[in-house]
């Protein structure tokens, strides 16, 4: 019960200094999209204050980013750098120095299907979610988050796992 008293400030403090962040130098907040894997995580960044987000690793693969594509174990590939990677880091410096922290990844990825396919889908996800907090574009979406009109919920890797389906083919 402590940790999810926790996880709920921690969640509301990052609203909170969000909006604060944005409406005092009206900045424009931008999640990194690295990490939020399906498009429903994407959508409560929006839901939290961003007004963008990047997408390097998912639509890294794709035809339309840089790489030639590649065989490797029999599957189409590209090399994925991040440029907060080290090896992006050392194509424009000739040092590491001690002061560099990297952040981004580097190595293959599969090639994946064309770019519009996917920004078709996340479109499709994010209005979905959208549809489902009664708005229909992210300047609403921001409006009903600032006036606590989203009400967020922990879901712990055990209740993940109960609102699978159960049984089936296999």
Not at 28 to 45: E, M
Not at 72 to 98: I, P, Q, W
Request: with cysteine.
């Amino acid at each position: 019960m402590q940790w999810i008293r926790l996880e709920e400030r921690f969640r509301r403090k990052i609203k909170n200094d969000n909006e604060q962040f944005g409406n005092r130098y009206h900045a424009v907040i931008i999640s990194d999209g690295g990490t939020l894997g399906k498009t429903g995580n994407k959508a409560k960044a929006l839901a939290t204050g961003a007004s963008a987000i990047m997408l390097g690793r998912t639509l890294a693969g794709t035809m339309a980013t840089p790489g030639i594509p590649i065989t490797k174990d029999g599957k189409k590939c590209k090399y994925f750098r991040g440029m907060a990677s080290t090896v992006a880091h050392l194509e424009t410096n000739d040092t590491v120095d001690n002061n560099f922290n990297p952040e981004g990844v580097d190595g293959f990825v599969e090639i994946k299907e064309d770019v519009i396919n996917i920004i078709k889908g996340l479109n499709g996800g994010i209005r979905s979610c959208m549809s489902y907090l009664g708005v229909d574009n992210i300047a609403s979406l921001h409006h009903h988050a600032r006036n606590n009109l989203i009400k967020f919920s922990l879901v712990t890797p055990i209740g993940m796992t109960k609102t699978l389906t159960r049984g089936g083919c296999s």
